[in-house]
């Protein structure tokens, strides 16, 4: 099946300045790349999703890139705010299926 | 629209009972998938249900069992509960079985403790 593995686990910056989250993935039939933002005692909620036949995707100060060929996707938050402070997943899932493989988590913390 | 609802939120049971845990999804969503989440192991996939059968199932043991209804509400169940099984459970609904726009939505969870 297919394996995530996500980095950093922990990642602190100074509110206004950019987070970078990486992940990578090991199969190549995965087709969607989905990350979640968990804030405490919540749900994970969809913040933004990008499938294989694309590169980049922008939602305003959320953006998210994909590297087919290195299987390696990442998360970019730029102008960070206070309220961004969460658990940040990434995910993977196969063509054909519907179930998520998780990344560990990255614990972002915003200082304001 | 309302989103996933899942009860209880909370639940305190000890080892060696038994549990059923409860999710609606989303109005017109079909798929039903749970996830165990725990500090150690993160987000694990568990079985996903679709017009009331089971599709597709994670590697977890036995115990953990589900079922869905024909207005896709699903319930799973854990029997014989152990220290471990103590977890956040999240349910996800989408509109179907797979494809390419077929977002995933989380519920609450509910959030089990073993004794």
């Known amino acids: 099946g297919e394996n995530v593995e996500q980095h950093p686990s922990t990642l602190s910056v100074q509110e206004g300045d950019s987070a970078v989250i990486k992940c990578t993935y090991s199969d190549s039939a995965s087709n969607y790349f989905p990350w979640y933002k968990q804030e405490l005692g919540k749900r994970p909620q969809l913040i933004i999703d990008i499938r294989s036949n694309v590169g980049e995707k922008k939602d305003q100060r959320i953006a998210v890139t994909l590297n087919k060929t290195a299987k390696h996707f990442s998360l970019h938050i730029t102008e960070t705010q206070p309220e961004d402070s969460a658990v940040y997943f990434c995910a993977a899932r196969e063509t054909g299926a519907n179930n998520l493989f998780f990344g560990t988590g990255t614990r972002l913390t915003v200082i304001p | 629209k309302a989103g996933v609802t899942q009860t209880p939120r909370y639940l305190i049971k000890t080892r060696g009972q038994q549990v059923t845990l409860s999710c609606s999804p989303i109005?017109?969503?079909?798929?039903v998938s749970w996830y165990q989440q725990t500090p150690g192991q993160g987000l694990q996939f568990l079985f996903e249900?679709?017009?009331?059968?089971?599709?597709n199932k994670g590697n977890f043991p036995g115990r953990f069992s589900g079922r869905q209804f024909s207005n896709s509400r699903s319930e799973m169940n854990v029997s014989t509960l152990e220290l471990g099984d103590s977890a956040l459970y999240l349910c996800?609904?989408?509109?179907?079985?797979?494809?390419?726009?077929?977002?995933?939505?989380f519920g609450p969870g509910t959030r089990l403790t073993v004794l």
């Open positions: 109005s017109g969503h079909r798929s």
């Open positions: 249900y679709f017009s009331e059968t089971q599709r």
């Open positions: 996800a609904s989408s509109f179907k079985l797979a494809g390419a726009y077929n977002e995933q939505f």
